[in-house]
């Protein structure tokens, strides 16, 4: 069916071949609708252009061989037998090892480099004594395959997506026959399986990576997770996504010659926004309680500054996000969370028109968890974010952070609480009564604590950094 549609259709749908010059009309009008259409042109991180109509993208894998000092192994997710498949470190000290690092990989679900430059980081780290960094970490990188391109590379109980992207979303696998499982789902697992006492006994921080396509996944993720388990702290890092999942059907842009949500009427479909979401393993829960979840936990969003080519998704849906960069879309998420919340941040020369957002403050007491790290100097690239001095304070760094690049005229102010956040109430479903305990265990109020702490940290690090940069 992917391949019957005209070669036609896709230089029209796929902005990279109409050019760049395509009116907007165009870019807009052809947002896919069915199924066969979603598979084979679903959003610009599988790119037409350079592959022709089938997407052949990520597909040389070849047979897996798992990096130097990793293995290649899988963990059960759920109950039901479903497993995920993982890179993880040859020979960990599970007794004494007290952090994790689970990085997902790029759109091209290689899983085995992503593991490797999450390890060379760490080794690295541990190398220059960086502050805080166990040199007993385990890293494990998840492999999210593709039943399409990967076909004879996973196992008969791993999981496997049809589409190649669909686990960027967090949508559910169809490998094995009949799983309603999700790669969230996947994650969940894999944070369980080091909050396992009696496994991990040492183990207290796990971080969650994710750049990029991974970045996708991670900032979704950040929001839908379910509450983790309360012996370990999870650290959630995404960079650089496409795009964003919007709690809300504001959106940064205004400019019409941009994109417009009249001629984009899917703009806040899942993976977009929340229509449609369909949940975890765990249930579905309102927008506003993943809000909650997001804001009262340690996530970290790191931005390239460097990252502004018209790459990644250039469908209207993310276009919406802040135009063709994804600096922008970051820059402007950034500012609509802490509209939203009513935050103390300055906002100063931040993208985003957002004229009449609602005030969601009783749930964040005017204080979120959620950090912003913005580096100058790096590009659309794990390494380079993840090996620079504010990437590596993001991954290994107990309290403050170094914010990085700001926007001229911003200042550093302190946080300023509203008053207590309330839960995200919801009476009429039994989701309410989660997000109670999430919000109570997860900590808006540690986010509180941090959060001044932010600017005394780059201020110190100022001149550490310009040295680093030279
Ligand atoms: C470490 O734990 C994992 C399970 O998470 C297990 O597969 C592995 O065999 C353990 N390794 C050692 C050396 O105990
Ligand atoms: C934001 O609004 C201003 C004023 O209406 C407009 O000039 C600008 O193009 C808008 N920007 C975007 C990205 O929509
Ligand atoms: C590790 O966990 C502690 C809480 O136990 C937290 O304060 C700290 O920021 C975490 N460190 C990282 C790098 O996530
Ligand atoms: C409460 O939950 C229901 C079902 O999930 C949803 O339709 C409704 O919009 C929610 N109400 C609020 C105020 O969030
Ligand atoms: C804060 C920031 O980076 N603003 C920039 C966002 O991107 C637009 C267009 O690329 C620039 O004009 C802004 O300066």
């Given at each position: 069916m992917r391949l019957a549609l005209p070669l036609a259709l896709f230089a029209l749908a796929v902005p990279a071949l109409a050019g760049p010059s395509a009116p907007p009309a165009v870019r807009q009008m052809l947002v896919p609708r069915s199924r066969s259409q979603r598979l084979a042109v679903r959003d610009a991180s599988t790119d037409m252009s350079k592959l022709g109509p089938e997407n052949t993208e990520g597909e040389a894998h070849g047979e897996i061989r798992a990096p130097s000092g990793?293995?290649?192994?899988?963990?059960?997710?759920?109950?039901?037998?479903?497993?995920?498949?993982?890179?993880?470190?040859?020979?960990?000290?599970?007794?004494?090892?007290?952090?994790?690092?689970?990085?997902?990989?790029?759109?091209?679900?290689?899983?085995?480099?992503?593991?490797?430059?999450?390890?060379?980081?760490?080794?690295?780290?541990?190398?220059?004594?960086?502050?805080?960094?166990?040199?007993?970490?385990?890293?494990?990188?998840?492999?999210?395959?593709?039943?399409?391109?990967?076909?004879?590379?996973?196992?008969?109980?791993?999981?496997?997506?049809?589409?190649?992207?669909?686990?960027?979303?967090?949508?559910?696998?169809?490998?094995?026959?009949?799983?309603?499982?999700?790669?969230?789902?996947?994650?969940?697992?894999?944070?369980?399986?080091?909050?396992?006492?009696?496994?991990?006994?040492?183990?207290?921080?796990?971080?969650?990576?994710?750049?990029?396509?991974?970045?996708?996944?991670?900032?979704?993720?950040?929001?839908?997770?379910?509450?983790?388990?309360?012996?370990?702290?999870?650290?959630?890092?995404?960079?650089?996504?496409?795009?964003?999942?919007?709690?809300?059907?504001?959106?940064?842009?205004?400019?019409?010659?941009?994109?417009?949500?009249?001629?984009?009427?899917?703009?806040?479909?899942?993976?977009?926004?929340?229509?449609?979401?369909?949940?975890?393993?765990?249930?579905?829960?309102?927008?506003?309680?993943?809000?909650?979840?997001?804001?009262?936990?340690?996530?970290?969003?790191?931005?390239?500054?460097?990252?502004?080519?018209?790459?990644?998704?250039?469908?209207c849906m993310a276009l919406l996000q802040g135009g063709e960069a994804r600096r922008d879309r970051n820059l402007s998420w950034w500012k609509y969370i802490n509209m939203l919340a009513k935050t103390n941040e300055d906002l100063t020369g931040f993208p985003g028109n957002f004229s009449a957002l609602p005030d969601w403050s009783d749930l964040s007491g005017g204080i979120i968890g959620t950090r912003l790290v913005v580096i100058e100097d790096a590009d659309h690239d794990a390494e380079e974010v993840f090996s620079s001095a504010e990437g590596r304070a993001a991954l290994f760094d107990t309290g403050s952070l170094p914010v990085g690049w700001r926007p001229s005229g911003w200042r550093q102010r302190p946080a300023r609480k509203l008053k207590s956040p309330a839960t995200a109430t919801n009476s009429s479903s039994a989701a309410g009564a989660r997000s109670t305990t999430a919000g109570a265990s997860g900590g808006a109020s540690s986010g509180a604590a941090k959060l001044p702490a932010v600017g005394v940290a780059s201020l110190l690090a100022l001149p550490f950094l310009g040295m680093l940069l030279l």
């Open positions: 990793s293995r290649f192994t899988s963990v059960p997710v759920g109950s039901g037998g479903e497993e995920i498949a993982a890179y993880w470190t040859r020979n960990p000290a599970n007794d004494t090892a007290t952090q994790a690092y689970i990085m997902i990989h790029g759109k091209l679900r290689d899983g085995d480099g992503y593991w490797s430059t999450m390890n060379s980081i760490l080794a690295s780290a541990v190398k220059d004594d960086y502050p805080g960094v166990d040199e007993n970490a385990i890293v494990i990188a998840p492999q999210f395959f593709s039943t399409l391109l990967n076909q004879g590379q996973y196992g008969e109980s791993e999981l496997a997506w049809d589409d190649t992207n669909a686990w960027q979303a967090g949508d559910p696998a169809n490998h094995p026959a009949g799983t309603t499982l999700t790669s969230i789902d996947a994650l969940d697992a894999l944070i369980d399986v080091f909050a396992d006492a009696s496994r991990y006994p040492a183990m207290r921080n796990v971080t969650v990576v994710g750049h990029g396509g991974g970045g996708q996944l991670g900032q979704r993720y950040a929001s839908v997770a379910k509450p983790p388990p309360s012996n370990v702290h999870v650290r959630y890092i995404h960079g650089d996504p496409s795009s964003c999942a919007y709690f809300t059907e504001d959106r940064p842009v205004t400019d019409i010659s941009i994109a417009s949500k009249v001629t984009c009427p899917t703009y806040n479909d899942w993976r977009y926004g929340f229509k449609g979401f369909a949940g975890t393993s765990v249930g579905l829960k309102t927008p506003r309680e993943y809000f909650q979840q997001y804001i009262s936990r340690d996530v970290v969003s790191v931005v390239g500054y460097q990252d502004t080519d018209a790459g990644g998704d250039q469908y």
